[in-house]
């Protein structure tokens, strides 16, 4: 039996299946015992945070002081939120464990109020004793606060004995706080304050100090407390006006043995400072100064040194490196100097890094068998073979800038080919001469993680093996190239690494495939900028690969023709963008689908201009942004008012506000008004109304105003504009009225005024002389009769006076005129002869003296005006012959670019740049911002069609109008040598003779009007070759013999381009072997039919008077009963016949 159940497979298989169900239950059991621990340690776990409260955050006294701290400051923190218990989870908050509990010990207080130099009114105290609950806090920065006191001070009470370090920069301090409870401090920064003196400081153990940009600080009776701290490492006094006579007295009372770190930028320097007392300095910098002599560099132990900014040249190098023996510098600054050959570096064995950008140098001799790591040549004029001659056997480059050259193609060519440097981790090349498709060769540098490739002539597609074979590319740019065909966003599938993606500017090209972006792009982007490019997304909508990203800093999507509805999500994603750039597409839709509860702090720069938007401004718009600097939504539809949050009182960072050509109605809000820091306001071609500026108006710090085009209205002496900085006022085309306001001359620094198209009336005030304007017009007004002679017009280059009832000769202030370009005086009342001097105005480009009643002769002295483009004299009383010497005025034709420029002058430019790159800077200008210039516009004639000329087609357009004038005799030969001119009126003279031959050189010419004259003979068959001529008149003359043959331009013109000739025949006019022919009576000129019309007016009523009066006596004569009624009347009513 025994044997039996040991071998029967039934029994043993029986067996095997039991213990094996027995096993199964005993692992069920032990998993169940496994997950009931666990989650009960998991229970346990919660229960214990939950009954610890916030063991795992802050304590509940710093919760508290926090909040108490956030309600006293101007602007408080939106994150910091009572509901929100962890207050080491807030913003600008950092928490270190402090035994076994989680404490505050750094505290960034920075920009919660924005400060500049106008804003001293939004000062404010900070009192101290809300840091008591912090007594944990290591850092504190109250940086840029506009703080004016600290009241009571850093005091024992507050029991801070841990704060190291504190910033209290870029405030409105006049005095340094009480320090005293502050024992373990260590670093303190003062700069950009208004300090009178450092006395809190004295007996402080610091190692870092900033007291730069103090201007009412005496560092001469400060720098004994500074040259007592032993303990310093770090000084910088920067900015601060120091001379060399302030360090000779302390030359040898120095005790700060162990400075490392001088900063002396800024200053009035004339030689380095004896610094022999300074055995530990390692870094000096002394970039913008007036340096001459280095000598007291000599023995120093430096390690890095800046003398960037200081106009040296090459004799002040001259045994710099032998004698000076700094064997231990590893960085030198030579940038931004005046240098065409690099020093002699042979004494600087160590020498690593070396900035020579911003030079004009010639060769690179001494660059030779440096073992540098760092090389910066950019903007320094240097050809491919200099570059080539130094850098090919340089193997420890790692860092190479060699943009803004004259480099080509060759530096890619040859063994000593740049793509040799395979070591090299960041390379510039950008603005440079580069052209065809990018090197393949670059694909060798495997180690790259910055290339700017940008603004060069690179043409064909972008190789996607320029990102597979760069997996650490963190930066690239391949803006302001040629780039076409197509490009797919996948090709950055292995680059998990970029931050920055920019492609801008070429000219729509290159279309971008974004069917696998989602996937390549996975990572976070911090910068993605385009422009000029064409998506591949259905619809032309936003690219929904952007739906993934949420860090990006920066967002450029300029001129990509895209569209839909405004893609608010893009705000909502990126809380942390401070660039948003959509400006040139066709978004349509409103704005009022912005959630009223997105926040955010970052944003800089906002620019949807030129879109389909409509709709209103949501109310709550600017604060959705509080620190704005940058906003343009010109050219949409958006209507309603303009929401008084633009500018939020308590921040004030706007800087620039352009919100032209929309629908906006209503009054300016008044905190706009208010707005102390906006410098340029554009709010022209709206429909907005009211009086511009209230008295109590606030905006010292304009520079630019432009509300022309509006429906503003008002005296202008009503108002209250307190901007000593002001230079552009454009307030053309509303309903202002009165008089010019005489303190208009108190805006001194005004170069542009633009008042045309209003009803200002009465003569312009004496303080009016008090100007130094570049741009004036005042066309469309009644200001005359006349000018102040006073006026400054030494700098005006655009006068615009058209229609404002000027009378009497040539206004004599145009005498000093010199840098005249555009004078416009048209459809004035003006009269006499036009005064020789005239012709001294040698800029002058547009000549525009229409409508006038000058007389006399056509002076030879405007032959002088050789840059002339444009010359109007047109309806006037001009008699005598047209002056022979025409052809020495330039009428287009240049040898050389003249200097006067139809623009206006422009303005400021705003906003700092970006710089990539660890070591060779990468310049981007994605933060600034520059006002436009805007465009001069001149009127002129041409075509039958009264035209306005502006842009890139005034500088090309050229032409001469003397029609509607008293002018006699031939034409002269060299007027058909005008080849550039565009425009030619003569017509409604009295001009004889045939029509010159010459005008076959017209080359250019688009309008010919010879009407209305007496020119004889046939027109010259040379005419024919005129083949840009579109408007061709020669009616009503005395030609004779064939029209032109009806071919190329000629072939276009109909028959009242002959009409009233009553000898020329053919197409379009009656053929030549038949009786018809043309009109034989020109009818005469508008003034001459005028004149015709009095007198036949004159005639007839005479004539018809005469016929009435002969009627009535023969009809008495005829009839006896009513001769009797008649004298019966006469004598009861006429008293002589009583």
């Known amino acids: 039996m025994l044997l039996r159940k040991a071998t029967d497979p039934y029994y043993v298989s029986v067996s095997w299946n039991r213990d094996l169900m027995r096993m199964k239950l005993s692992l069920v059991r032990l998993s169940c015992v496994v997950w009931t621990t666990m989650v009960t340690m998991i229970l346990l776990l919660l229960l214990d945070c939950e009954l610890s409260g916030r063991a795992l955050g802050c304590t509940e006294d710093e919760r508290v002081g926090l909040l108490n701290l956030n309600a006293a400051v101007p602007f408080p923190n939106p994150s910091w939120q009572a509901d929100h218990e962890d207050c080491c989870r807030w913003k600008e908050i950092k928490c270190s464990n402090v035994a076994n509990t989680m404490r505050v010990t750094e505290l960034y207080l920075n920009y919660t109020i924005y400060q500049m130099a106008s804003l001293h009114d939004a000062s404010w105290s900070l009192n101290a004793s809300l840091f008591l609950p912090l007594d944990k806090l290591q850092v504190l920065d109250l940086s840029w606060n506009a703080l004016a006191d600290i009241h009571a001070g850093f005091t024992n009470t507050l029991r801070l004995k841990n704060l190291q370090s504190l910033d209290l920069s870029y405030n409105h301090l006049k005095q340094v706080p009480n320090l005293d409870g502050l024992p373990s401090l260590k670093e303190i920064s003062l700069g950009g304050n208004s300090l009178e003196n450092l006395n809190q400081l004295k007996g402080l153990k610091l190692e870092a100090l900033d007291v730069s940009e103090n201007d009412r600080l005496s560092i001469q009776d400060e720098l004994s407390i500074i040259w007592n701290m032993t303990s310093l490492k770090y000084l910088s006094m920067e900015w601060n006006n120091l001379n060399d006579s302030i360090f000779e007295v302390f030359t040898n009372t120095l005790k700060l043995k162990n400075l490392q770190s001088l900063y002396l930028s800024g200053n009035d320097l004339k030689q380095v400072p004896d610094l022999d007392g300074l055995p530990s300095l390692k870094e ?54 005046h240098l065409k050959q690099v020093p002699d570096l042979d004494g600087l064995p160590s020498l690593s890094d070396l900035y020579l950008s911003d030079n004009s140098l010639e060769h690179l001799n001494h660059l030779e068998g440096l073992k540098v790591e760092v090389l910066d040549l950019s903007r320094n004029d240097l050809s491919s073979e200099d570059v080539l001659s130094i850098t090919w056997n340089m193997t420890s480059l790692k860092h190479l800038s060699i943009g803004s050259n004259n480099l080509n193609d060759s530096i890619f060519e040859g063994k000593t080919s740049l793509c040799e440097l395979t070591g090299l981790e960041e390379l510039d090349i950008s603005g440079n001469d580069f052209v065809g498709s990018i090197p393949p060769c670059l694909s060798n540098m495997t180690s790259l993680y910055t290339l700017g490739l940008s603004d060069n002539h690179f043409g064909g597609a972008i190789p996607p093996s320029l990102f597979s074979s760069h997996r650490s590319l963190e930066y690239i740019s391949l803006s302001g190239n040629a780039f076409e065909g197509s490009f797919s966003l996948a090709s950055l599938a292995n680059n998990s690494k970029l931050k920055v993606f920019e492609l801008r500017g070429n000219s729509h090209r290159l279309t971008l495939e974004t069917g696998d972006a989602p996937r390549a792009l996975s990572h976070q982007l911090s910068h993605f900028l385009l422009s000029n490019c064409i998506f591949d997304e259905p619809h032309g909508f936003v690219p929904s690969f952007l739906m993934q990203q949420h860090d990006l800093v920066a967002l450029e999507l300029r001129h990509a023709n895209i569209g839909g509805q405004f893609p608010s999500w893009l705000l909502e994603n990126n809380t942390k963008l401070r660039v948003f750039n959509l400006m040139d597409n066709s978004f ?42 940058f906003l343009n939504m010109s050219r949409n539809s958006i209507k309603g008012r303009i929401p008084s949050s633009l500018c939020p009182t308590l921040t004030q960072r706007l800087w620039s506000v352009d919100l032209s050509s929309n629908k906006f109605v209503g009054e300016l809000p008044e905190q706009l008004m208010h707005c102390q820091s906006l ?369 190329k331009q000629f072939g276009t013109f109909t028959r009242e381009s002959y009409i009233g000739n009553p000898f020329l025949c053919g197409p379009p006019l009656g053929s030549c072997n038949s009786s018809e022919g043309s009109v034989l009576t020109p009818p005469p000129s508008p003034e001459h039919q005028e004149d015709s019309f009095k007198i036949a007016f004159a005639w007839s009523f005479a004539g018809s008077y005469a016929v009435a009066f002969l009627g009535t006596v023969l009809f008495l004569y005829l009839s006896s009963y009513y001769r009797t009624l008649f004298f019966n009347f006469i004598y009861r009513h006429v008293p002589y016949f009583h």
């Open 284 to 337: 000096i910098y002394l970039s913008v100064n007036s340096l001459e002599n280095l000598s007291h560099l000599k023995g120093l132990k430096l390690e890095v040194l800046d003398l960037s900014l200081n106009q040296l040249n090459d004799s002040t190098f001259e045994g710099f490196t032998n004698t000076l023996r700094l064997k231990s510098l590893r960085s030198l600054d030579l940038s931004d100097n």
């Open 588 to 629: 349509s839709g409103n704005l009022n689908n912005l959630n009223s509860s997105l926040f955010n702090y970052e944003m800089l720069k906002i620019d949807v201009s030129s879109n389909s938007i409509e709709g209103e401004l949501p109310s709550y718009f600017g604060s959705i942004f509080p620190r704005l600097e």
């Open 679 to 1047: 410098q340029e306001l554009i709010l022209s071609n709206n429909s907005l109304s009211g009086h511009v500026l209230p008295r109590a108006a606030n905006l010292s710090m304009l520079f630019h105003l432009s509300l022309a085009n509006n429906r503003f209205s008002g005296e202008f002496s009503s108002w209250m504009l307190n901007s000593t900085f002001l230079r552009m006022l454009d307030l053309s085309n509303n309903k202002f009225s009165g008089p010019i306001p005489n303190w208009i001359g108190g805006f001194q620094g005004l170069s542009v005024l633009i008042l045309a198209g209003n009803s200002f009336r009465g003569t312009l005030p004496l303080s009016f002389c008090k100007l130094e304007l570049e741009y004036l017009d005042l066309s469309r007004n009644d200001l005359g009769p006349s000018m102040p002679s006073c006026i400054n017009a030494s700098r005006i280059t655009h006068l615009h006076l058209e229609r404002i009832n000027l009378r009497g000769p040539l206004p004599e202030f145009l005498h000093d005129a010199s840098s005249m370009v555009t004078l416009d005086l048209r459809n004035n009342a003006l009269s006499g002869v036009i005064p020789s001097w005239l012709g001294s105005l040698s800029e002058l480009r547009a000549l525009l003296l229409a409508g006038n009643s000058f007389e006399g002769l056509i002076p030879d002295e405007l032959c002088q005006l050789r840059n002339v483009s444009m010359m109007d004299l047109s309806h006037n009383y001009f008699s005598g012959r047209i002056p022979s010497c025409f052809d020495k005025l330039a009428f287009g034709n240049y040898s050389q670019a003249p200097d006067g420029t139809f623009e206006i002058p422009d303005s400021i430019v705003w906003g700092e740049g970006q710089y990539y790159g660890e070591k060779t800077p990468i310049f981007n200008d994605i933060y600034r911002v520059n006002i436009r210039n805007r465009p001069e516009e001149v009127q002129f004639t041409s075509k039958y069609r009264h035209e306005s000329y502006t842009g890139v087609v005034l500088e090309h357009m050229s032409g001469l109008d003397l029609s509607c004038n008293n002018l006699s005799g031939s034409i002269p030969l060299q007027v058909g040598y005008l080849g550039e001119i565009h425009s030619l009126n003569l017509s409604y003279n009295n001009l004889t003779g045939s029509i010159p031959a010459t005008f076959s050189n017209l080359d250019q010419i688009e309008c010919l009007d010879l009407s209305h004259n007496s020119l004889s003979g046939e027109i010259p068959l040379q005419l024919m070759e005129l083949n840009s001529l579109s408007t061709f008149s020669v009616s009503y003359n005395n030609l004779s013999g064939r029209t032109p043959e009806q071919k």
